[in-house]
């Protein structure tokens, strides 16, 4: 089957701490993945997408295909980036599927 | 303004009854997608379309219709609805061939 697992439902980090919110897929083509971000009383909208090999608001994310894991991180964490983090992947055409989600949390 | 809309934002229905929810978006964007969201699931695609009068299912397209009659609209009708259909409705649009999707802000649907 062709999915995005997103381990952790919740995590919890200190402001100024490291990051990494996991993304594992499923899918036997070469995959095209991304990262949406849905800050509180705002649009889901797109963080980032591997292709680019950008990073955001001072997040990375590396796909490694070996561990067919997409993880999402930054090295040091703001109370702004507290928000609901989905890893998203296209399976057919513009069939795009989304994980489970991960919210964080940024503590003061 | 421009952008991606959603109507309405807020409904409650009974079981058994016809509900639409309407999609507009102002950019000519190709394609057009319908989510559901759910607590535990995330987003799951329902249907979508790559272009008017074209539209192909998605993850869980039961219980659902979509038509897409000019490029701009894209409504979502739930036929008979049932309590299990209770969810927060997501239409986005894409920029071609980008990945980039984006989301109206959400149609919060309760079935009673």
């Known amino acids: 089957a062709q999915r995005v697992t997103q381990p952790e439902k919740l995590l919890s980090v200190f402001k100024g701490a490291p990051v990494e919110l996991k993304c594992n897929y499923s899918y036997s083509g070469s995959p095209e993945l991304f990262w949406y971000v849905q800050y509180s009383r705002q649009r889901l909208q797109l963080l980032l997408r591997?292709?680019s090999r950008e990073s955001i608001k001072g997040f990375t994310a590396d796909l490694n295909k070996g561990e067919t894991s997409f993880h999402l991180k930054k090295p040091f964490a703001q109370e702004e980036d507290s928000a609901m983090y989905y890893c998203?992947?296209?399976?057919?055409?513009?069939?795009?599927?989304f994980g489970a989600g991960t919210r964080l949390t940024v503590k003061p | 303004d421009a952008g991606i809309t959603q109507s309405p934002r807020y409904k409650i229905t009974e079981t058994g009854r016809q509900v639409t929810l309407m999609c507009h978006q102002t950019?000519?964007?190709?394609?057009m997608f319908w989510y559901r969201q759910d607590l535990g699931h995330g987003l799951r695609l329902i249907y979508y379309s790559a272009a008017a009068d074209i539209t192909d299912k998605g993850e869980v397209p039961d219980g659902y219709v979509v038509s897409r009659s000019k490029t701009e609209n894209f409504p979502l009708t739930l036929e008979s609805a049932t309590r299990s259909q209770t969810s927060v409705y997501f239409c986005a649009s894409e920029r071609e061939g980008l990945g980039e999707l984006f989301f109206g802000e959400g149609s919060r649907l309760t079935v009673l």
């Open positions: 591997h292709i």
């Open positions: 950019w000519s964007h190709s394609y």
């Open positions: 998203a992947l296209i399976v057919n055409n513009n069939d795009m599927r």
